[in-house]
């Protein structure tokens, strides 16, 4: 089903992105994988994937910056060939607060600013990119976040960021209906990647996530990678701008 298809994963290199390039890679999609700046987690992902009889490249561009973006397509655009040239792209790549104050009465403009240019500007602009270059019946598949649906003070900017990756799903989504592509968003809760590496150092965070998880535990990359194969089939092709929680029903 997915054999052959071209895929560009933004944030593939490491977390829920690169489940969801092993996923592709063992469907034997022919997968781009973009990373920022950890060029060796990107490379050993994409052997891993070529020496199981995969197709892989990795491709550096920060999504925040609009030159970067275009590079990241121009070798996209080498590799897959003439436009239009891309059945499925996965906005994936993001940021966090990584240990600093996220809150509302706290946050500093510097930590905004990040937060809205790779979690909003770089969706935007990867998505500009990518419409001119998608081939009639294929997929956007979105990673927000159950951030964008409920009020978060501790994170109030980084929740903000994921409500937006809602609505660029609802236009994103209008904007190819008539060829055929679908837009969606799968919006992850607690998923245990470097992402809250530094929520998790507080003695008894995981304990009292996964308590407070309706299905008992921290989610795994692979329980988000699941949810994405989900859109990427032929069953898939009249689900088009929803939102798709997986979280193991933790907003509920
Ligand atoms: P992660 O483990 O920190 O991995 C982030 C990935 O994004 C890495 O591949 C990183 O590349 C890349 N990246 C970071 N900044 C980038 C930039 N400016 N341009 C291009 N790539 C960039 O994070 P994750 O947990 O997998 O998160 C992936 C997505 O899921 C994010 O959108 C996040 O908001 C969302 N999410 C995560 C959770 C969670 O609990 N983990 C929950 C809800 C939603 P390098 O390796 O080069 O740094």
């Known amino acids: 089903m997915l054999s052959g298809k071209t895929v560009l994963v933004t944030g593939g290199s490491r977390g829920i992105g690169a489940a969801i390039v092993r996923r592709l890679g063992a469907a034997k999609a022919h997968v781009a994988i973009n990373y920022a700046g950890n060029q060796a987690a990107a490379q050993k992902l994409a052997d891993e994937i070529i020496a199981s009889g995969g197709q892989a490249f990795i491709v550096q561009a920060d999504v925040s910056s609009l030159a970067d973006i275009e590079r990241m397509f121009g070798a996209c ?57 998608l081939r009639d019946g294929g997929r956007i598949v979105n990673i927000g976040s159950m951030s964008g649906k409920v009020g978060q003070p501790f994170a109030a900017g980084y929740a903000m960021t994921k409500r937006a990756i809602q609505s660029l799903t609802f236009s994103t989504a209008l904007a190819v209906a008539k060829r055929q592509i679908t837009c969606n968003c799968i919006a992850p809760g607690a998923v245990a990647t470097d992402f809250i590496a530094a929520l998790r150092e507080k003695p008894g965070w995981d304990e009292a996530t996964s308590k407070h998880t309706p299905m008992g535990r921290l989610g795994e990359p692979e329980d988000i990678a699941g949810a994405v194969m989900m859109l990427l089939g032929d069953d898939a092709r009249w689900v088009t701008g929803q939102v798709i929680e997986a979280s193991g029903g933790l907003s509920l």
């Open 77 to 133: 655009d080498r590799a897959f060939g003439d436009a239009p040239n891309l059945d499925i792209l996965i906005n994936n790549a993001g940021v966090g607060r990584s240990g600093r104050d996220g809150t509302l009465k706290g946050a500093d403009e510097q930590l905004f600013d990040e937060l809205f240019a790779v979690n909003v500007k770089g969706p935007h602009f990867v998505t500009q990119a990518a419409l001119p270059r």
